[in-house]
């Protein structure tokens, strides 16, 4: 019964040695699907034990009815429990386990004599619930508002590491006022909605749909946690600061309660300070933390100087709500096709970087983030050669990282789940040092822009995610082939659309059909939750922070960034500041040595040295892409378009110059043109416009496009 539900295949047309995915037609999501409701028919007092056994990857690899039938009777559930229980499955999608998570409470005195203001004592997420309580009493009211699809992958990925924790940081030097800077907090509140908001977990919920997301109508914030350790020498202060970027990591925040975000503050000098944001990733991502600073930041120096803040629009209520209901109700038939297409091609293949074939410890994961930079040199050189090449920044930094991960993997890539260790530890096999698969990256997306949609100065979780697998780059292979053939893979998934239906998809079913027990996953669901895990390498760029350098008397001469995903994982965020390329690799430490992820990082900065030193042809414009002429009602409005996102005029003799090089127009904004002129013109070519490489190349396309 359970797989005629899932199939749509009547049961007596089903065969036992019927296989799933080639004559059941099941594609990884609905297997996955199916595998979860297996999983609830295992009797209560057994599931512990089976969950020890069986990760969830190991069912993915059962291939037909009858070894999935040989797999329960060994657990003692009878065929036709499956047909009785067939409308109780629980679900997870096993390509979008992209959580990050926390392990310690905030907050230690860094020495005995220096000036802290201690937080209190963070709940576990489980004394969490039990207490079920908020802290609204800084607020009136409050109100309750639908959750993002995306919102439920952080919901899951904070019960199955205990949280998602992400940090950014500024280095400050100036008169900074902790008082004004409390007073800045206060009014970013107003601004967001997601800054107000918390959850409210009824006693008893059995799924996520039952999670309420509550906003607050004029909560007070708490005071900022401030340390002054002008006292320490030199070495010292820096270790405080690791310290709070390490604790900032692996907080564990309390969904109940509010906020869920909060700022710190370290003293190093008389006019030195680090600033600190740590927020839970369920209600931002990496660009909204962009946003957070850089409006916090502005406000503080309005109010330092007694001006208005030059700022967007703020985001009611209201606003937050359709855009939530716009974003949700969004599906394509064409993109949903492309997904089914994209998964039955990748199928169930899984890649982990795991160079010394280490087993991961997925109860006693721990994070910490190390910096990296390119000089400005080569950030420039870089940024030049897009021109050249005719490819963004993000594909020639991930041919640039394809090159140094598969040199320094001396295992064979090809991993597999061991069955019979009750961590359900990795294991790489080493028969072959050449990589046999293809390396898997996860690659976010900013989610942001929708048809009708843009949410780019809005506060929330919007980032979602494409798994891509990529064949592995050879020794002797052309860079330029190279990145083309990458490009191309990176161009397909984000032109399709596959990162949005996929998000929908898996959003409903992780809202609907996973099982709680209290309003949390039983602890003996955790295992298989933990290792399905399409990829553990992530590599996101965002682009330029438009983090200033100067806010009024107050300089910004440092920043860092990170966050964390699941255990066994690296993420290598990447993001421009003053000019020059920031890497964050945040990674859990309890699986990967140090020394590792700077061989790693070292020879990935040292493969971006060689690509900006090579001397290389200027690729051609595409036929359709050529100064033809173009319909002067569509180069106006595209010029329009293109001046509103980038925030400044484009004249006649800028037409042709190069968006990402010469306009500083990078690929996430590139993607806000053209989804802005679908939402004018519809159905566009979004392929051919996302590959032009100036607003008059893009009113060629798009001009071309009508006449045909």
């Known amino acids: 019964g359970l797989v005629a539900k899932t199939t749509g295949i009547a049961q007596n047309q089903l065969g036992l040695d019927m296989s799933l995915e080639g004559e059941l037609g099941l594609d990884s999501i609905m297997i996955t699907q199916l595998m979860n409701g297996l999983v609830k028919l295992i009797p209560q007092e057994q599931k512990a034990a089976f969950s020890s056994e069986f990760s969830l990857r190991d069912l993915m690899q059962l291939q037909t009815l009858r070894e999935i039938i040989q797999v329960l009777e060994q657990w003692q559930v009878s065929v036709t429990v499956t047909a009785s229980n067939s409308d109780q499955e629980n679900t997870l999608g096993e390509d979008t386990l992209a959580s990050g998570e926390s392990k310690e409470n905030y907050q230690e005195n860094y020495q005995e004599n220096a000036t802290v203001t201690e937080p209190e004592m963070a709940l576990t997420p489980v004394e969490n619930l039990e207490q079920n309580s908020d802290s609204s009493d800084s607020s009136d009211s409050s109100d309750s508002i639908e959750l993002l699809h995306g919102q439920y992958f952080h919901l899951l990925g904070y019960w199955v590491v205990n949280s998602n924790s992400l940090f950014s940081s500024l280095r400050l030097e100036g008169d900074f006022d902790l008082d004004m800077a409390w007073a800045s907090w206060k009014d970013l509140l107003v601004r967001h909605p997601m800054l107000r908001s918390h959850f409210h977990v009824p006693s008893g919920a059995t799924s996520f749909k039952d999670y309420q997301l509550e906003i607050l109508d004029n909560p007070t914030p708490p005071e900022i946690l401030f340390i002054d350790i002008r006292h320490l020498d030199s070495e010292a202060k820096e270790e405080a600061v690791a310290e709070e970027v390490d604790d900032w990591l692996n907080y564990e925040w309390s969904l109940t309660e509010w906020p869920l975000h909060q700022f710190s503050v370290i003293r190093l000098e008389d006019s030195v300070y680090q600033l600190f944001l740590g927020i839970e990733h369920v209600i931002s991502d990496g660009l909204s933390n962009h946003v957070i ?177 990529f064949a592995p780059p050879q020794a002797d292979e052309d860079w330029q082939v190279l990145l083309n053939r990458i490009h191309q893979v990176i161009q397909n998934g984000i032109a399709s659309g596959i990162d949005r239906a996929q998000t929908r998809q898996m959003g409903m079913i992780f809202k609907d059909n996973i099982a709680l027990e209290n309003g949390q996953i039983p602890e003996h669901s955790l295992p298989m939750f933990r290792s399905a895990l399409k990829s553990n390498l992530y590599f996101p760029y965002t682009g330029h922070t438009h983090i200033k350098t100067q806010y009024g008397s107050v300089n910004v001469t440092d920043y860092q960034a990170g966050g964390i995903n699941a255990p066994g994982t690296l993420d290598i965020l990447q993001e421009v500041f003053d000019g020059r390329l920031h890497m964050f690799a945040s990674y859990d430490y309890n699986f990967f040595e140090l020394s590792e992820i700077d061989n790693l990082m070292r020879e990935y900065i040292a493969q971006i040295e060689e690509l900006v030193s090579l001397t290389v042809q200027p690729q051609q414009p595409s036929q359709s892409q050529q100064p033809l002429p173009t319909d002067t009602a569509i180069e106006s409005t595209l010029r329009q378009v293109t001046e509103e996102i980038c925030h400044y005029p484009i004249s006649a003799d800028e037409m042709d110059l190069d968006l990402e090089a010469d306009l500083g127009v990078d690929s996430l904004e590139r993607i806000r043109i053209v989804t802005h002129l679908e939402k004018l013109y519809g159905k566009v070519d979004r392929q051919g416009l996302l590959s032009c490489r100036s607003v008059q190349e893009m009113a060629s396309t798009l001009s071309q496009s009508f006449k045909g």
């Not at 120096?301 to 629009?313: D, H, I, K, N, T």
């Not at 160079?355 to 997925?362: A, C, I, R, S, T």
């Not at 001396?410 to 260790?421: D, I, P």
């Not at 843009?454 to 891509?468: G, M, T, Y």
């Open 293 to 469: 600073l850089r409006e916090f930041m502005e406000i503080y120096r309005a109010r330092s100087c007694g001006e208005e803040p030059v700022l967007p629009a703020p985001t009611s209520l209201n606003d937050y709500a359709e855009v939530v209901a716009a974003m949700n109700a969004w599906q394509d038939p064409e993109e949903d096709q492309a997904l089914a297409e994209y998964t039955a091609t990748q199928g169930k293949e899984s890649y982990i970087w795991n160079p010394k074939g280490q087993p991961v410890d997925y109860q006693n994961s721990q994070f910490y983030s190390h910096k990296y930079c390119l000089t400005q040199e080569t950030t420039d050189k870089l940024i030049a050669k897009t021109a050249e090449w005719r490819l963004p920044v993000n594909s020639l930094l991930l041919g640039a990282f394809l090159r140094a991960v598969v040199k320094l993997d001396s295992h064979e890539l090809s991993v597999r789940t061991t069955n019979n260790n009750t961590n359900n530890n990795f294991e790489a096999t080493t028969e072959d040092s050449t990589p046999s698969k293809s390396p898997i990256i996860q690659i976010p997306t900013s989610g942001r822009v929708y048809p009708g949609v843009d949410a780019s100065n809005v506060v929330s979780s919007f980032a979602q995610n494409l798994a891509l697998s």
